[in-house]
């Protein structure tokens, strides 16, 4: 049998709504869609319209994209459940727990806002917050593991820091808690298209689909159930449980459908099952290795101008996404889209974030013209 040979990277700008004329690093926010997700949707209209035979057919469709993550990630597809956004599962998650007064839930002091609030909020419950602070702009994984004791219900970390860039050091964190009473759950929403997911390190696993998964605004939650086989959301519905004796009793699915309330995106999957089908021509390892490469040159350019580079340097501790502090973003984000330059600016920092489809060109260009934005 003739070996498949992936496409060379980086993969064509022409492939993609919306890039002519465009540098476009702002994946790590909203990277554009396909031009091939113009034909996933007419599939989906033409499904729809086709009445009960059709609806199944979302179902079938839904099915395989759950195949596909299971095996991006290393899971069952099983595992995979398909909701509305990765705070969803993050709060799935967080609700299947019998919190008691005096039990604790760590989590990073700079990571996203979605896990921080979830966990926050079990405070009213008696949970005691630990913030772990960072060393810097890192995160240093024994401070974080010795924030964990005997009373450590839930750990939720970023595989990819939205805010710095930082890749965590999975295998680690997950190693030592493995055999302990505490649930690790990971955010991979900017790891997830861009580097490897490992989601068999961890107990829980979230992650948005519109940034480098190249889907919309949906998310997934994977429950790794040979790990934590103990997961029962606090909410049910049609979707997520099947019928008992009568009308009030149910009984929850036995796997991560039960944490589906409702229908599961459907016009989402047909458009993801795109993303994927496109991802895995390349193949993620690949996509990794370009990523990192670019990221890598961003930081050197951007250490080279005495910046405040927030993103470590090392390539096992990043991915595609390189940032630098900076108060006023609005103004640079303005400069470098009228020169037809794409970046992300909030939350005090300016970052730049190399996909599949930017170049060495695009990375030069931007840096060539950086000085300008910081005056």
Same mark, same amino acid.
């Given at each position: 049998?003739?070996?498949?040979?992936?496409?060379?990277?980086?993969?064509?700008?022409?492939?993609?709504?919306?890039?002519? $004329?465009? %540098?476009?690093?702002?994946?790590?926010?909203?990277?554009?869609?396909?031009?091939?997700?113009?034909?996933?949707?007419?599939?989906?209209?033409?499904?729809?319209?086709?009445?009960?035979?059709?609806?199944?057919?979302?179902?079938? %469709?839904?099915?395989?994209?759950?195949? *596909?993550?299971?095996?991006?990630?290393?899971?069952?597809?099983?595992?995979?459940?398909?909701? &509305?956004?990765?705070?969803?599962?993050? /709060? *799935?998650?967080?609700?299947?727990?019998?919190?008691?007064?005096?039990?604790? +839930?760590?989590?990073?002091?700079?990571?996203?806002?979605?896990?921080?609030?979830?966990?926050?909020?079990?405070?009213?419950?008696?949970?005691?917050?630990?913030?772990?602070?960072?060393?810097?702009?890192?995160?240093?994984? &024994?401070?974080?593991?010795?924030?964990?004791?005997?009373?450590?219900?839930?750990?939720?970390?970023?595989?990819?820091?939205?805010?710095?860039?930082?890749?965590?050091? /999975?295998?680690?964190?997950?190693?030592?808690?493995? #055999?302990?009473?505490?649930?690790? /759950? +990971?955010?991979?929403?900017?790891?997830?298209?861009?580097? !490897?997911?490992?989601?068999?390190?961890?107990?829980?696993?979230?992650?948005?689909? =519109?940034?480098?998964? @190249? &889907?919309?605004?949906?998310?997934?939650?994977?429950?790794?159930?040979?790990?934590? !086989?103990?997961?029962?959301?606090?909410?049910?519905?049609?979707?997520?449980?099947?019928?008992?004796?009568?009308?009030?009793?149910?009984?929850?699915?036995?796997?991560?459908?039960?944490?589906?309330?409702?229908?599961?995106?459907? @016009? &989402?999957? =047909?458009?993801?099952?795109?993303? @994927?089908?496109?991802?895995?021509?390349?193949?993620?390892?690949?996509?990794?290795?370009?990523?990192?490469?670019?990221?890598?040159?961003?930081?050197?350019?951007?250490?080279?101008?005495?910046?405040?580079?927030?993103?470590?340097?090392?390539?096992?501790?990043?991915?595609?996404?390189?940032?630098?502090?900076?108060?006023?973003?609005?103004?640079?984000? *303005?400069?470098?889209?009228?020169?037809?330059?794409?970046?992300?600016?909030?939350? $005090? *920092?300016?970052?730049?974030?190399?996909? @599949?489809?930017?170049?060495?060109? #695009?990375?030069?260009?931007?840096?060539?013209?950086?000085?300008?934005?910081?005056?």
């Amino acid at each position: 049998m003739t070996p498949v040979i992936a496409p060379a990277l980086p993969a064509p700008k022409s492939d993609f709504i919306g890039l002519e $004329g465009k %540098v476009h690093l702002a994946a790590g926010g909203e990277p554009p869609l396909l031009k091939a997700h113009r034909g996933a949707f007419e599939r989906f209209a033409t499904d729809k319209a086709a009445g009960f035979s059709g609806y199944w057919r979302h179902w079938e %469709v839904i099915d395989e994209v759950r195949a *596909r993550i299971a095996r991006w990630t290393g899971l069952e597809p099983g595992d995979i459940a398909l909701l &509305g956004n990765a705070s969803e599962g993050i /709060m *799935r998650v967080v609700s299947s727990f019998d919190w008691q007064p005096g039990d604790n +839930v760590v989590v990073p002091e700079l990571d996203y806002a979605s896990g921080r609030y979830a966990l926050a909020s079990l405070q009213r419950q008696g949970v005691e917050l630990r913030l772990v602070p960072a060393d810097g702009w890192a995160l240093q994984t &024994g401070r974080l593991l010795a924030a964990c004791d005997g009373r450590t219900r839930l750990v939720y970390i970023s595989q990819v820091n939205a805010l710095t860039g930082q890749h965590a050091d /999975m295998a680690a964190i997950s190693a030592a808690l493995r #055999d302990t009473p505490t649930a690790l /759950m +990971v955010d991979a929403s900017h790891a997830l298209g861009a580097v !490897p997911v490992r989601g068999d390190l961890a107990d829980f696993t979230v992650s948005c689909c =519109y940034k480098f998964a @190249l &889907g919309i605004h949906e998310g997934i939650l994977a429950w790794n159930r040979r790990r934590w !086989p103990d997961f029962v959301p606090l909410g049910a519905g049609w979707c997520s449980a099947a019928e008992g004796a009568d009308p009030v009793e149910f009984r929850h699915k036995e796997d991560a459908r039960r944490a589906e309330y409702g229908n599961a995106g459907h @016009l &989402g999957a =047909y458009l993801l099952r795109e993303s @994927l089908d496109y991802l895995d021509s390349y193949g993620v390892d690949a996509i990794a290795d370009h990523v990192r490469r670019l990221s890598g040159r961003l930081i050197a350019g951007m250490t080279k101008l005495g910046l405040e580079v927030m993103t470590p340097a090392a390539p096992e501790s990043r991915a595609g996404n390189a940032a630098f502090a900076r108060s006023d973003t609005s103004s640079f984000i *303005r400069k470098a889209s009228a020169d037809g330059i794409l970046v992300w600016g909030d939350n $005090g *920092r300016i970052r730049a974030s190399a996909h @599949l489809f930017t170049t060495r060109d #695009d990375i030069e260009y931007f840096l060539d013209r950086l000085p300008g934005y910081l005056a």
